[in-house]
């Protein structure tokens, strides 16, 4: 039994070595395409002249850095709802994403940005802003990230919430919580190697207060559980430079 225990502790070393040496930071391509957690876009942006993929659910988009200020990308419709030929002009869209990050480690400074999306038929544009905080140690890591925009954000504020226990799993595992247009997600991201990051998230339906008339309470709803995948860690510079 001792022989069985040491060989699957064994196994979990070899797998989540990449992560302990390597994972440190955590953005990826969100569910919607943009750079982000899962459902909330940050003030980060792929690495000049480096791409990033990802796929959450039948989700697939991609993104190629410019400039280290901005980055640049697509993203497909849900392969699980079965898109024809007019649902994949109707329904894809470009994206950009611009930001700009001050020097220096003060974590009371946010990175900010803007960005803007839209399908090829113009039918489906989204613009918005962000402020993304970070503050990094080696026990303990957050992130938050506010935001408005129109289009898919409904006219409305988003944001989010990333916290790293730098004694679990070695700071390889992200706890996170968002908010986004009517939805919300409460979930994980874990650094499974220095270029892959896992989502693991419940989707929530949260409609909030006086949304409908006479409503005074938050309507909480649970969707269903999310997995995404994206590439990151080498491929992403992060909104604030840390130093160990």
Do not use: C
Request: no cysteine; net charge positive.
């Amino acid at each position: 039994m001792d022989k069985v225990w040491l060989t699957t502790k064994s196994i979990v070393a070899i797998i989540l070595l990449p992560s302990i040496l390597w994972g440190r930071e955590f953005p990826g391509l969100s569910a919607e395409g943009p750079s982000g957690t899962v459902l909330v876009p940050t003030a980060q942006v792929v690495r000049a002249n480096w791409y990033a993929m990802g796929l959450h659910r039948g989700i697939i988009k991609a993104a190629y850095g410019l400039f280290g200020i901005s980055e640049a990308g697509i993203v497909l419709p849900d392969i699980f709802d079965m898109p024809n030929e007019e649902d994949f002009i109707d329904k894809s869209r470009g994206f950009v994403k611009i930001v700009l990050d001050f020097p220096g480690n003060s974590w009371f400074i946010p990175g900010i940005g803007a960005g803007t999306e839209n399908s090829i038929t113009r039918t489906r544009g989204s613009e918005y802003a962000i402020a993304t905080w970070e503050y990094w140690s080696p026990k303990l890591s957050i992130e938050g990230t506010v935001g408005y925009g129109n289009g898919r954000f409904l006219n409305a504020p988003f944001g989010g919430i990333g916290i790293v226990p730098g004694r679990i799993l070695a700071g390889a595992m992200k706890f996170l919580v968002e908010y986004s247009a009517q939805k919300a997600a409460i979930g994980t991201r874990i650094a499974l190697s220095k270029y892959l990051r896992l989502d693991f998230v419940l989707l929530l339906n949260a409609t909030p207060p006086e949304t409908f008339e006479g409503q005074n309470l938050w309507l909480i709803k649970i969707e269903r559980g999310f997995l995404g995948a994206s590439t990151t860690d080498q491929a992403f510079r992060p909104a604030r430079k840390r130093t160990p």
